[in-house]
């Protein structure tokens, strides 16, 4: 089974991308972020295309922000949206949709940005995450929780921890609650693969960061220990943030019990550029 985890920043934006990315790479399972669509706008832009290549979709998405999705072609049972006493800011953000695919459950999750330290967003984000937990430490043994999690887990996975001092997605707190939600059990499963290799999942639009490979892994597949133990390959698309219109995010994609592409690597095409000095690039919002 395929598993595949990405943030389209606008699905209707993406789509010219998304449906011949389907064809090419054939996940059996994809968990979209930031869809930024209400879930009647999200089926008649989709679903007869969807359906058409035999997935079934849980979609959670609102008007213009958020949102959340899973397509499956590996069954879609036991569909939750939202997450038990998650908090609101003010009202409850579609966030989270939870569904059983092929004996697993998965959970597609847009966790919120925090914005800065000293925001009541970021405060949220924490609580948030402590929701996410318990609806994780209540389910399934075997279970995934795949989408972007708005954290670097560790220096590593940021292009430069210099350039972030000050920044969320970075600061301890953040990475405690990340912390929290594996110690149930859960496999970074890229990085476990991977330890050494530099792999980013995102890049920011502006100043060409994409281009001098400065990012951040914040795109995570997260499986618990009898899922993590059929991984076979677990790796980013860096393919699909290339060209005309993309996201700022590449899809990582898992494959679980045979990978129809052998196990390639953690980046798939290559980074294109070298690590930078540390200190020496700042990110596009600094003074």
């Known amino acids: 089974m395929r598993v595949a985890t990405w943030n389209v920043n606008s699905v209707k934006q993406r789509l010219p991308r998304l449906l011949p990315w389907l064809d090419q790479r054939r996940p059996d399972v994809v968990c ?41 072609r590996a069954g879609l049972d036991d569909v939750v949206t939202g ?24 959970h597609s999750v847009y966790v919120p940005n925090g914005r800065t330290p000293d925001d009541d ?11 996410l937990r318990e ?77 001098k490979d400065l990012g951040m892994r914040i795109d995570l597949v997260l499986a618990s220990d009898p899922v993590a133990g059929r991984v076979r390959a677990a790796w980013v698309d860096r393919h699909a943030r290339k060209g005309t219109g993309p996201s700022d995010h590449a899809p ?3 494959d679980l019990d045979e990978a129809p592409d052998g196990d390639i ?14 200190g020496s690039v700042k990110l596009p919002q600094s003074p």
């Open 135 to 211: 609806v994780v430490r209540l389910g399934p043994v075997e279970a995934m929780v795949c989408g972007d999690v708005n954290i670097a887990p560790a220096d590593a996975d940021v292009f430069d921890p210099a350039a972030y001092e000050g920044q969320t997605h970075v600061t301890p707190p953040e990475r405690a609650a990340l912390a929290g939600l594996r110690e149930l059990g859960l496999h970074d499963v890229v990085r476990e693969r991977w330890p050494e290799e530099r792999v980013f999942t995102y890049w920011d639009y502006r100043a060409g960061m994409f281009h």
């Open 83 to 106: 997450l038990a006493a998650a908090p609101g800011f003010p009202h409850q953000e579609a966030r989270a949709v939870a569904a059983t695919c092929g004996g697993v459950r998965v």
């Open 32 to 72: 979209l972020q930031e869809t930024k669509l209400a879930d009647q706008a999200f089926a008649d832009l989709l679903g007869e295309e969807l359906a058409a290549r035999g997935y079934e979709v849980a979609a959670h998405g609102e008007p213009r922000w958020n949102g959340v999705a899973i397509l499956s």
């Open 265 to 278: 690597g953690p980046v798939v095409p290559p980074p294109s550029a070298p690590a930078p000095k540390r």
């Open 121 to 131: 967003h970021y405060r949220y984000k924490l609580e948030w995450l402590a929701a």
């Open 252 to 254: 990582v994609i898992v």
